[in-house]
């Protein structure tokens, strides 16, 4: 009797806290407007100069095609809360399509245990509740590898070529999901190389008109990197980042627990795929170690691996570490910046090892809504609009 009223009080538990924090995010949505991404703005952008006079523009160096029209629709014909609830969503169906694909437990408190893991995760969590497009090719690649493993390839390369036509770095993470998926039935590597390029060709389709506006040359592939330090500061950089990451608690546990049953680890389905795709996304990350958001498939893989360890107290304690550095944060690195005002981009001078203790993630997040008074000009309707976060049209 004791047992079973210890289990109700888990479920339970599970339950108010994973629901709690649904629901914090669609009322962050609303009241989150904009947000604070300085790339966010240019991909509405995209959306308004094409509706008001058919001008071709692009965002970035890439441009992500399928995101700048989708975040720009919602943005101008409905508002902030639009473009920030998809994106949220988008993350959530993209957690659980990627789970579903991935495992045979596909019972209802399996499922909640492993979005809880992921959304206390701050870098999903936060990342995802403004208009930006790391979600919008979460949920296409995830909805592709799930068709992908049901033998349904047709589907499964439109998705594909979706995810590639949101981010373009996703093209390394369909290849290695096609060559290295460990298919419940046989496939030959024909089929697989055939399905690569046809997602490849699909997907590249959306990147024709930026390479036209370069005319033909391929150099808008290369994107800023921040290589003002040197080797030593990209590294620093790549090391620092994935540490914040992951979490400045659940780190530490998890290289000590992993290291302590790696064996254990080896054995969860598909482990070489998932390795391979978690490395390749570091790889990424390692070339720009700009946004956090970079590793967020990453981070997604992680949480599934931990989830497999079926070790439940070991995912309760990283769900608790995650919602710590919600309100605090311990960093071992303290960074000196070069002062300037608060628009500015921010230039590192140096570093030295030193633990401080910094404002946690939610609260960074409530602080930083006003940002995007840095990427507005002027005092037009427009301007004016963006500040409270309304439609655009």
Known sequence: MTLSKVKIDQNFIINTVLISILLLGVYLCFIGGYGSDEDTLPMIYVFEAKISDGRFVSSRFTG?????????????????????????????????????????????????????????????????????????????FSIGLYFLNKKLFEISVICFAFSIGVRINYVLFVLVSIMFFDFKFAISNFRRVSLFISSFIIGGLFYIPIWFDNKFDLKWLTAARPTEQGILGILTRFFYKSYVAVGFISFFILVYYFFKHHKKITKIKNFKFLIILGLSNLLIFLWIPAEYSYLQLFLVILNFIIFNMNNKKLIYIICVANLLSWVFFISPIKVDHQKKERCAPKNALSAKIEFTVEQGFYFKYLSSRDKIKCWVHGNSERSLKILQGKALK
């Open 64 to 140: 992500n095609p399928v995101a700048e029209l989708g975040i720009g629709f919602l943005a101008y014909f409905f508002g902030s809360w639009a473009a920030n609830l998809f994106t949220y969503f988008f993350l959530l169906l993209g957690v659980i399509f990627f789970y579903l694909t991935l495992t045979e437990k596909k019972n209802l408190k399996d499922i909640n245990i492993f979005l809880l893991l992921c959304l206390t995760n701050p870098i999903l969590f936060f990342d995802n509740l403004e208009p930006i497009d790391y979600s919008w090719a979460l949920i296409f």
